[in-house]
T-cell receptor, first 115, second 112 residues
């Protein structure tokens, strides 16, 4: 069964540095998402992406964050000038259509640790 | 706004016990409802879904019924196994917009 893959599985970065989290969504999917889960808290929506542009973003997704689909397969989340509070699990998800009754398919996540 | 409220954990059960994890939601329009499961060290996997009122989603012995009158989507399993130990997330997909809203997750540990 096709799956969403994320790399790396664990990223350790010094505060203030930039980090790029990478995702390869399911190949025929058109809608892409990033979520984060701070330890012990709920999974929070960050951003959705369709047709090469952001379609929705949360209050968390400020100017520090950006997303890109640099080629036909990758979907990346960049965090500029990381802060301690950016430490979390980041999940990428994709969906085939825009129907609300379709599930999102999640990757295994990237654990980001900011020192 | 749309939101999901999920039963607090952690939950510890003996093997073959009955499981209920409560989930209620607030939404405008007609959301779709999902349960996801997260096994240790893994990502979120779809467990089951229901897309309209009175629908029952089921998978691997788990069931949940979309109750519009009580705005609930409780997860149940008649006889849990050790392998069911995981964190369970209730989620809502809004009728308008693309994002999912997740509950806080309920950690389940099943002991032999």
């Amino acid at each position: 069964e096709p799956e969403v893959t994320q790399t790396p599985s664990h990223q350790v970065t010094q505060m203030g540095q930039e980090v790029i989290l990478r995702c390869v969504p399911i190949s025929n999917h058109l809608y892409f998402y990033w979520y984060r889960q701070i330890l012990g808290q709920k999974v929070e929506f960050l951003v959705s992406f369709y047709n090469n542009e952001i379609s929705e973003k949360s209050e968390i997704f400020d100017d520090q964050f950006s997303v890109e689909r640099p080629d036909g397969s990758n979907f990346t989340l960049k965090i500029r000038s990381t802060k301690l509070e950016d430490s979390a699990m980041y999940f990428c998800a994709s969906k085939g259509t825009g129907d609300s009754n379709q599930p999102q398919h999640f990757g295994d996540g990237t654990r980001l640790s900011i020192l | 706004g749309d939101s999901v409220t999920q039963m607090e954990g952690p939950v510890t059960l003996s093997e073959e016990a009955f499981l209920t994890i409560n989930c209620t939601y607030t939404a405008t329009g007609y959301p779709s409802l999902f349960w996801y499961v997260q096994y240790p060290g893994e990502g979120l996997q779809l467990l089951l879904k229901a897309t309209k009122a009175d629908d029952k989603g089921s998978n691997k012995g788990f069931e949940a019924t979309y109750r519009k009158e009580t705005t609930s989507f409780h997860l149940e399993k008649g006889s849990v196994q050790v392998s069911d130990s995981a964190v369970y997330f209730c989620a809502l997909s809004a009728f308008f917009g693309n994002q999912f809203y997740f509950g806080t997750g309920t950690s389940l540990t099943v002991i032999p």
